[in-house]
């Protein structure tokens, strides 16, 4: 995926929009995992003030799942 330009290694996590309770992020065609480990520790304290956080990310690689 990297030779073929789909992922970019460099790619910058950038945030888009925010507010109290959203977030929606640009991962820059970087790995899914990362990008989604940086969005997710980023929206947590967001859902512990508000109580809730709609997080959205795009221009990422595939994601797979979350948690441990």
């Known amino acids: 995926y990297i030779d073929k330009g789909w992922t ?3 790619g910058e996590y950038k945030v ?3 507010t109290p309770a ?3 992020v640009s991962g ?3 790995f899914g995992q990362y990008i ?3 969005a997710t520790a980023q929206a947590i304290p967001k859902a512990k003030s508000s109580g809730v956080c709609v997080l959205s990310i795009c221009e990422s690689g595939h994601l797979g ?3 441990e």
């Open 22 to 24: 959203l977030l929606h």
């Open 8 to 10: 970019n290694p460099n």
């Open 65 to 67: 799942r979350m948690g």
């Open 36 to 38: 989604g480990r940086l």
């Open 28 to 30: 820059g065609f970087n």
């Open 16 to 18: 888009l929009h925010e």
